[in-house]
């Protein structure tokens, strides 16, 4: 199942320690892009944030995958996760 997950920073967040914090944030995407998790990453044209497409089993394992991530844990983010799959209109042409 594909996962779009959108970031939602906090109010409460400092943008000076996320820059401080970005090496870290970064590593632990990377990691997860090569361990399959993340299918692909995106940042976002309109604001400054991220917006990933996540390949797990359900969104409870989006939800634990993303708690790892640096900024989550320090209160930076949290996601919106909406599942996604094919456009299944496309049937009725067959």
Same mark, same amino acid.
């Given at each position: 199942m594909q996962i779009l997950a959108?970031?939602?920073v906090?109010?409460?967040t400092d943008p000076e320690k996320m820059k401080d914090g970005l090496l870290p944030e970064?590593?632990?995407t990377l990691h997860l892009y090569l361990e399959d998790k #993340?299918?692909?990453f995106y940042f976002r044209k309109d604001r400054p944030g991220v917006i990933f497409i996540l390949e797990c089993d359900s969104i409870d394992e989006?939800?634990?995958?993303?708690?790892?991530?640096?900024f989550v844990k320090d209160g930076f983010l949290d996601f919106n996760l909406i599942? #996604?799959?094919p456009l299944e209109p496309?049937?009725?042409l067959f």
């Open positions: 959108i970031d939602n906090l109010d409460s970064l590593k632990h #993340i299918r692909s989006a939800h634990n995958i993303l708690q790892e991530l640096p599942p #996604i799959g496309i049937q009725l």
